[in-house]
């Protein structure tokens, strides 16, 4: 009789144990929670990559910036809207109607 006690006291305590792991993993914070966090932390490492590829950009820029003094003036020129000596400025439909003849001394109005 005791043996049989026994027997069904370690079977309730397997059903308790595969019943609480099996709660648990289908929890919030089980299987599905884990396949959550992976895949946010696929995005994650996508969105890194996407960064740093626009950060490497940027430094090629900015190291043109440092050594080339062509592109310095370009930047320049862009920035304040100047033009150099022979450029020539066309407007768009946009602009219809303005008067489009820059100043002489090469800067453009915005």
Known sequence: MIEHLRRAGYLV????????????????NGIPAL?????????LEERNRAIESG??????ANEGLKSN???QKRAVRE???YLSEGEEV????ADAGKS???????????
């Open 35 to 43: 396949l959550a966090k992976r895949k946010q932390l696929r995005e």
């Open 55 to 60: 950060n490497q950009e940027l430094r090629k």
């Open 79 to 81: 920035a304040l809207g």
């Open 90 to 93: 066309f407007h768009t439909d």
């Open 13 to 28: 305590a397997i059903v308790l144990v595969c019943g609480f792991a099996a709660v648990h993993l289908a929890g919030e």
């Open 69 to 71: 003094p062509d592109v």
């Open 100 to 110: 489009v003849a820059p100043p002489k001394d090469g800067a453009v109005e915005p």
